[in-house]
């Protein structure tokens, strides 16, 4: 009998159309009626091979959606079915009455787009191809780090501009601008090896190497590239192994005239818990900012944006969701992608009341995110302790609660897993997070004043979002 499930799995694991099948049994428990017929079951099985699954999707707008909206639940779904190192590509195919992978089509990785090739290429960028400078919008926001951007991407490793640090508030176009460079030195200097990633995906591998003894390997792949490109360098505050071996990196790179470039939520001064030698480091070459973009900026974008989906806004429209939606540029295209969903969803014509109605949803929608980062800030704010101090070895009575009840609300609070709350505190163990859960549930049972501090804080958090 055990013989019969394993060829039984082993058929659907093999199969794409099976996998396709029971991911969307799962999917369509998740995800309402409509949503599974409008934007589930016109995708497409292609290929399994290598746990790399294929899917065939008819536009480039699905992308900009599942992206938006799915992402979590379609990963998640293709790592439940095929195990925890599948990869996801969708293939964008211009003539969808050809289901063949060898036709005319486009490559998707994740959110990346590149044309399909035939051998799968061993090196992997994590460029997002839509990132360019041609669809980046000028405005007076971004003028400087645009324009040092350009400069970089035609001569990587010979400016001043080294590292390049640009900073500024989320949506801004920050990761859009450092792709850019790297997408331009990818077409111009194809011999150059470039790779882009978040500072949280830089720790999890590193610490992936520690635990498989390969830190070597790690160490060495990343000083052997020509370009290295660190979105939100700030999650490495409080992850001191992480950034000695950064240290090291670094160094290694810039005495050798690579390219480093780094983004971050603050300028490298502010970056409080960070290692000192490393904010100087990364005050060697220019820091630039991007401000929210002005009204003129906004309506170049939605614009911009508009003409890539193949439609004309009405200048009403465009003036009316410049004016109401200000703080980002995500914001905007959310809005934008909004919009075009309301109307093909609903069979609705784009107009000004359609418009309103979008922008008063995005209005609702606009929250304070319930992260680890936003939980860890209110409890140090309510004991009155540094945010540095709670991620540190320090074992201080008072800072050890409160570190504990930081674990406890992230695990109550948000669907981050144990490994990525741990990683948060000083790059914790997650049985470290387990035992501060279960701390604190049996002592909230037991110590009222300890239940009342709790509640108190985790009603300060979801009134922030309500």
């Known amino acids: 009998m055990e013989n019969q499930i394993l060829v039984e799995n082993y058929s659907v694991l093999s199969d794409p159309k099976l996998v396709w099948k029971e991911c969307l ?39 900009e959606w599942i992206d938006e909206h799915y992402n979590t639940l379609i990963n998640k779904t293709i790592k439940q079915v095929l195990g925890y190192d599948a990869k996801l590509n969708y293939i964008v195919t211009e003539d969808n009455s050809s289901p063949d992978p060898s036709a005319t089509s486009q490559l998707v990785t994740g959110s990346e787009i590149k044309p399909a090739q035939k051998e799968d290429v061993l090196f992997e960028s994590y460029l997002n191809q839509r990132y360019t400078f041609e669809n980046f919008i000028k405005g007076e926001g971004n003028q400087l780090a645009r324009a040092a951007a350009v400069a970089i991407a035609d001569n990587p490793g010979e400016t001043s501009f080294n590292p390049f640090f640009i900073y500024g508030g989320v949506g ?38 520690i635990q498989s003894n390969t830190v070597n390997d790690f160490s060495n792949f990343y000083k052997s590239m020509d370009v290295l490109i660190i979105d939100d360098i700030q999650f490495l505050i409080g992850k001191e192994k992480t950034q000695d071996l950064f240290f090291q990196v ?6 050798a005239g690579k390219q480093i470039i780094l983004t971050s939520d603050k300028p490298p001064k502010d970056l409080k818990g960070l290692n000192e030698r490393l904010i100087s480091r990364f005050q060697w070459g220019l820091t630039a900012d991007i401000q929210p973009p002005d009204y003129e900026t906004r309506i170049a974008i939605l614009k911009k944006k508009s003409e890539n989906y193949g439609i004309s806004l009405p200048p009403e429209i465009v003036e009316y969701i410049s004016t109401n939606i200000t703080s980002n540029i995500r914001e905007l295209e959310g809005c934008l992608i909004k919009l075009l969903a309301n109307s093909s969803l609903n069979s609705k014509e784009i107009n000004l009341e359609l418009a309103k109605k979008t922008v008063k949803e995005i209005a609702t929608d606009r929250k304070v995110v319930i992260s680890i980062e936003y939980i860890t800030k209110t409890v140090c704010e309510f004991f ?55 701390s604190i549930s049996e002592m909230i049972e037991t110590d009222s004043s300890l239940r009342e501090t709790v509640s108190s804080i985790k009603n300060k958090i979801e009134m922030s979002v309500g």
């Open 25 to 63: 049994k799962i999917i369509k428990d998740n995800v309402p009626f409509i949503t599974y017929n409008t934007w589930f079951l016109p995708i497409k099985p292609v290929t399994l091979e290598n746990s790399t699954f294929r899917l065939e999707v008819p536009n480039t707008f699905f992308i």
């Open 172 to 209: 801004l176009g920050k990761t859009h601008l450092v792709q850019a460079i790297g997408n331009r030195i990818n077409k111009t200097l194809q011999n150059k090896k470039i790779i882009y990633l978040s500072a949280d995906t830089f720790t999890v591998e590193y610490i992936e190497a």
């Open 250 to 255: 670094f160094n290694t790179l810039h005495q």
């Open 384 to 438: 009155n302790i540094d945010e540095n101090k709670i991620r540190d070895k320090n074992r201080k009575k008072e800072i050890a609660l409160a570190r504990q009840i930081a674990m406890y609300l992230s695990k109550s609070l948000t669907k981050s897993s144990l490994k990525t709350i741990g990683l948060h505190f000083g790059g914790r163990d997650h049985s470290t997070v387990i035992h501060a859960f279960n």
